[in-house]
């Protein structure tokens, strides 16, 4: 596996902060990893990114949701940015997955705006994993299917990839007694027991014709 031990979101290079919708979604990030979603609101994320509500506005129409809409898709594709760096250096289906698992925990265990919502508003996480999230669980699925493809063929690789999406999504979301996702001794158990049998690729027998 090719993860590096402290890896972060901060490790995937941001856009330049001198742009005024990055800067707003970089306040947004940093007043929810303080005071979650409920409690934020648009004039703590206006003043945080030094702007006015007016201009929040005008770059996210609709003003709070849609601005948290636009922060859960640049954050998955931020995610996918530096998980793709990673893949690359994959040189078959177990370190691929492992490093792919190994990645996505690290991420989300040393990301502090998903921590507090975590431990102080978990009923924020199922409605925006089910309903804006669920574009970003899509764009990733479709991203990791074709490094999945490498391994288990084009006919498997979108099924097999949403299905893993969705297992490290679940082990994250509900961390495991188990099973520790950022620890890479428990991620090679994890995947070797668990994951592998379900995605390695299977061989069918011709089904012979009754006498």
Request: hydrophobic share 40%; net charge neutral; proline share 6%.
């Amino acid at each position: 596996m090719n993860v590096a031990p402290g890896t972060t979101p901060d490790d995937v290079a941001r856009p330049s902060a001198a742009d005024p919708r990055r800067r707003v979604l970089d306040a947004a990030l940093a007043c929810i990893a303080r005071r979650g979603i409920t409690k934020t609101t648009l004039e703590d994320i206006a003043r945080e990114a030094g702007c006015s509500r007016a201009t929040i506005y005008r770059m996210f129409p609709g003003g709070k949701e849609t601005l948290v809409g636009a922060l859960t898709v640049e954050e998955a594709l931020r995610f996918m940015e530096g998980l793709g760096a990673h893949l690359d250096q994959a040189d078959d289906l177990v370190s691929m997955l492992e490093g792919a698992v190994l990645y996505a925990s690290r991420i989300v265990a040393g990301h502090q705006a998903l921590q507090f919502l975590f431990a102080h508003e978990p009923e924020q996480i199922i409605p925006t994993a089910l309903g804006r999230g669920r574009e970003s669980l899509s764009a990733i699925s479709a991203f990791l299917a074709p490094y999945m493809a490498k391994h288990v063929g084009d006919l498997r690789a979108g099924a097999d990839a949403e299905w893993v999406v969705r297992l490290v999504f679940s082990y994250n979301l509900a961390p495991s007694r188990h099973f520790d996702l950022t620890s890479v001794d428990d991620v090679r158990r994890f995947v070797g027991d668990y994951v592998l049998p379900c995605v390695h690729p299977r061989t069918t027998t011709p089904r012979t014709s009754s006498p």
